[in-house]
């Protein structure tokens, strides 16, 4: 089985707003998937997905003015750090970073979208 992985596709060029939005889920799915799949991947696409995963949650951070703190317990700076060691990780290890990952994402999405909506939900 082959793993349909979008490694080269970055958030970082689309623009704010609905789309953006969509990118983010599809990533968010991608990430679901591929820890279903964890065991299957190459180590190109586990860490090329992690590194992804951070990049999109540093921007998603920035954008929600969110700042890191820089330590090992910060979520992003352990995916990174996971992405550089993926070699020596059990597909039990990724899988689960891939899901912290897919959830932080999309919580970050929900807030964004609740703090950039009008008020009165219109």
Partial sequence: ????????????????????????????SELVWAASQADHLTTFEKRRLLQRAVVTINEMRQQASIPDNSTKQDSGIAFQSLAGAVEAQTGEQIKTALLDAANMIRTLRIYLETTTRPAGGE
């Fill in 1 to 28: 089985m082959t793993y349909p992985c979008n490694c080269n596709q970055s958030l970082k060029s689309a623009p704010d707003g609905p789309d953006h939005m969509s990118l983010t889920t599809s990533f968010v």
